[in-house]
């Protein structure tokens, strides 16, 4: 639905318009097989300006962290800092390929190791691992060790991975796709993992418990040390999903606690870009027990050289190379940056911010868990009534915020899931505290505006439901 009065660049189309020259093919010309060969394509026929205006409008409508505020919970959605992109683009790591070898790759190398290095004192590891390609990659990653070393000990009968029903929502998946079942641990009135359903939980056939911490109501388990123990007790093992680091950087290390492996996300802790979905890095962090397990080949140094090796009993290559490269010089040049006061203060601001959005919508938002919050809170939409968290999330857009999470965690009801990070000014939480409450008012005073939001947007609201399961995926005049 188009509803503004810019023509689609169909609309456009004039015959004999062309948009591009192409010089004379160089190569020798080649039949495609039969049923390739479509000479009918209903293509438009528009000039090289056109084309150059059209896809411009488009950038101008995409919505990003260089211009706007981006409140998703637990995605940390932070700005990345353009020295980042600066150090990637240089050419000895821009033009390094994979392929040329440990002699001509020595810098790269070094790069990795260190970067290993760097995050494995982080987070209180052993050994580092920065194959996996994002979040949910590593934690499928770290339970294939899990499972390879409980395989290696004899124990297949361990086939149950405890999940909190307050941890991230791929958990469960990486431990189908793994082989594992998995049982729910729930929480407790206080937001953190039930001791008494966990102890119940705890019998021979468990593999392990997959925890979020901070989890995705923004709560630090408070318990974490006594948990591990637990769990280590009844011979299973500990996985930490590094989702929420961004909360802990400097502050605490989940190696030191009892975890055996975790996974970090580069693209929201270390401020390396999402990219619509890609590239990002999930790599891995493990102790002494899981560490031989880790997949490979990891960067090591030798006699003054820096080269590739694999660990003792590594599950194997987990993605070609050695991860994103280029995230992962955006990610090294940002730890560097920081350094250690650096990252401390980087999770020391991003919890002063939630706790200052959290003190500012809470009397015009229920908030179920309303203890001082990590990095993150959770809110619910149910403002007035008849109105819901869509509702809210679709105003917002006519307010220029993009929209927090909503409707996750799942165990609250209306979920609007608020994570400033610590990149944000006062300024910026202050106008989004004031259209949040602005929202609040119209809710009750003016319901209607929220039921037809968006307004301001070029296209309006869909029907989600029919679009998912009825998709119109090209032009129809």
């Not at 995605?75 to 980042?84: E, F, G, L, S």
């Not at 940002?334 to 919508?361: F, H, P, T």
């Amino acid at each position: 639905m188009n509803t503004t009065q810019e023509p689609l660049i169909f609309e456009l189309s004039g015959e004999g318009r062309v948009g591009c020259a192409l010089p004379k093919s160089d190569v020798p010309h080649y039949q495609l097989p039969a049923g390739l060969e479509r000479d009918a394509l209903d293509l438009p026929q528009v000039d090289e300006l056109t084309v150059v205006r059209h896809y411009s409008r488009l950038s101008q409508k995409n919505y990003s962290i260089d211009t706007n505020f981006y409140p998703l919970g637990s995605c940390t959605m932070k700005y990345n800092p353009k020295v980042n992109e600066t150090a990637a683009g240089l050419p000895g790591w821009r033009l390094s390929h994979p392929l040329a070898g440990e002699k001509y790759s020595q810098g790269s190398l070094e790069l990795i190791y260190k970067l290993q290095a760097s995050l494995a004192e982080i987070g209180g590891f052993k050994a580092v691992s920065l194959q996996p390609a994002a979040g949910a990659h590593g934690e499928f990653s770290g339970v294939l060790m899990i499972r390879k070393y409980l395989l290696d000990r004899g124990e297949a009968k361990r086939t149950k991975m405890l999940i909190p029903d307050s941890a991230h929502g791929t958990n469960p998946a990486s431990c189908a796709m793994a082989g594992f079942e998995t049982q729910t641990i729930p929480s407790g009135p206080d937001g953190n993992i039930d001791m008494k359903a966990l102890k119940a939980a705890l019998d021979d056939r468990v593999a392990g418990i997959m925890i979020t911490n901070p989890n995705t109501l923004g709560l630090f388990e408070k318990k974490i040390e006594k948990i591990a123990a637990m769990v280590h007790k009844a011979g299973g093992l500990v996985y930490g999903d590094g989702a929420n680091m961004n909360a802990l950087v400097g502050v605490f290390k989940p190696g030191e606690a009892g975890i055996d492996v975790m996974h970090f996300n580069l693209h929201k802790t270390f401020s390396t870009p999402h990219g619509g979905g890609g590239p990002g890095a999930g790599m891995i962090a493990a102790g002494k027990t899981l560490a031989p397990y880790l997949p490979g080949p990891v960067a090591v140094k030798n006699r003054g050289q820096y080269g590739l090796q694999m660990p003792d009993r590594s599950i194997g290559r987990v993605k070609s190379f050695l991860g994103n490269f280029g995230v992962l010089v955006r990610a090294y040049a940002y730890i560097l940056m920081q350094g250690k006061d650096g990252l401390r203060r980087i999770a020391e601001n991003s919890v002063l911010n939630a706790n200052y959005l959290k003190a500012s919508l809470e009397h015009a938002y229920v908030v179920k868990y309303p203890h001082t919050c990590m990095h993150e809170f959770v809110a619910m939409g149910d403002v007035a009534p008849g109105i819901h968290t869509l509702d809210i999330a679709k105003r917002l857009i006519d307010y220029g915020f993009h929209p927090p999470t909503i409707y996750f965690p799942l165990i609250v009801p209306e979920a609007l899931m608020i994570e400033p990070t610590e990149t944000e000014s006062k300024e910026t939480l202050d106008a989004f505290v004031e259209a949040m409450l602005a929202i609040a008012r119209e809710a009750v005073e003016q319901p209607q505006l929220l039921h037809d939001a968006p307004v301001t947007t070029p296209v309006g609201r869909l029907d989600e439901v029919q679009a998912a399961r009825y998709p119109v995926l090209r032009y129809k005049a």
